[in-house]
């Protein structure tokens, strides 16, 4: 008796221990971050993207954060050892990022940050505003003629009557913004005159040029320049007002900007990030803009130049 007993016990431990389902493993969701270069604008959107993330998903994402140090050929290494690992999703923060990484893969997932024009930077022809495939992500498309308009209204063609676009013609998006505004600023009647640079080995010689033949400089969001805002700072300072297309350039050599927040780019970003990883499509998302754009100035390059700025700018605060 006692030997039925037991193996009748025995046997309902067993089927009670089978008929408790097996705890499911959390998931996990592993990030690659590919960001062409280190400065403040794209650093605020990789922060705001990851922040957005964790607020998401918490523990369960997992970053691997890789910095290009301004290289494109860094970009394609960094994003094909991504692949190669199996990561979730790529997030591609600048332009040069972004091409790496289409060349990469068409099957993981990838959001842009930081990118003007997606339809140039992946000569996509009549681009409707949604890539399609395995891209998405966010823009940090200003609107280009309201600074031209900007530029207008604090410096009169009348004083003013020339302006000098500074850009490297290695940034596809940097070439797409300064043929933009120059088109509007010319319909305004300034003179005015393309200073291409390769990289940033010739940056202060054609920043210098810049300088002495134009009464205004005004530099795209370009990634080149950000790096090297200080530089051009030292050539223009006291001389030759500089219009920026983003707030992080404008602190460093600018007197006045209408930008966007990199920070709530980014973060607008990592919410898509998260409907990506939870199953949405990516292929049917479009292309997400700033919602608003605020016009700053800095305080010491507008008192060096005497520039009078008018109440409706923010100043931007000295770190």
């Known amino acids: 008796m006692k030997k039925i007993l037991a193996t009748a016990l025995t046997a309902a431990m067993v089927a009670s221990l089978c008929a408790v389902p097996a705890m499911a493993e959390e998931q996990t969701y592993n990030v690659g971050i590919c960001q062409l270069v280190q400065h403040v604008a794209l650093d605020a959107a990789t922060q705001g993207f990851k922040d957005a993330l964790v607020e998401e998903l918490g523990d369960a994402v997992v970053f691997d954060d890789q910095n290009a140090q301004g290289d494109p050929n860094t970009c394609a290494t960094i994003v094909n050892t991504f692949v190669s690992n199996g990561v979730d999703l790529i997030l591609a923060n600048a332009?040069?990022?972004?091409?790496?990484?289409?060349?990469?893969?068409?099957?993981?997932?990838?959001?842009?940050?930081?990118?003007?024009?997606?339809?140039?930077?992946?000569?996509?022809?009549?681009?409707?505003?949604?890539?399609?495939?395995?891209?998405?992500?966010?823009?940090?498309?200003?609107?280009?003629?309201?600074q031209a308009a900007m530029l207008a209204d604090l410096f009169p063609v009348a004083d003013y009557p020339t302006v000098g676009l500074l850009y490297c013609s290695a940034e596809a998006n940097s070439q797409y913004q300064v043929d933009t505004v120059m088109a509007a600023l010319a319909e305004m009647g300034y003179e005015c005159e393309l200073y291409a640079f390769s990289d940033s080995?010739?940056?202060?010689?054609?920043?210098?040029?810049?300088?002495?033949?134009?009464?205004?400089?005004?530099?795209?969001?370009?990634?080149?320049?950000?790096?090297?805002?200080?530089?051009?700072?030292?050539?223009?300072?006291?001389?030759?007002?500089?219009?920026?297309?983003?707030?992080?350039?404008?602190?460093?050599?600018?007197?006045?900007?209408?930008?966007?927040?990199?920070?709530?780019?980014?973060?607008?970003?990592g919410k898509m990030a998260a409907r990506v990883l939870q199953g949405e499509d990516i292929s049917t998302m479009p292309i997400e803009y700033a919602p608003q754009f605020t016009k700053k100035y800095n305080p010491a390059n507008c008192e060096a130049l005497g520039v009078e700025i008018p109440e409706d700018y923010v100043a931007i605060e000295a770190e």
């Open 95 to 146: 332009t040069p990022a972004l091409q790496a990484a289409a060349a990469a893969t068409n099957e993981i997932p990838i959001l842009g940050t930081s990118i003007t024009e997606y339809g140039v930077a992946l000569e996509i022809e009549e681009f409707d505003g949604t890539v399609g495939g395995n891209i998405s992500g966010t823009s940090d498309l200003a609107p280009l003629t309201e």
């Open 201 to 269: 080995n010739d940056l202060q010689s054609v920043a210098t040029a810049a300088n002495d033949a134009s009464s205004v400089i005004y530099v795209p969001t370009d990634n080149t320049v950000a790096s090297n805002a200080e530089l051009l700072n030292n050539v223009c300072y006291g001389q030759t007002p500089v219009i920026a297309g983003e707030e992080g350039i404008c602190a460093g050599c600018g007197v006045a900007t209408l930008s966007i927040s990199y920070y709530d780019l980014g973060y607008g970003t």
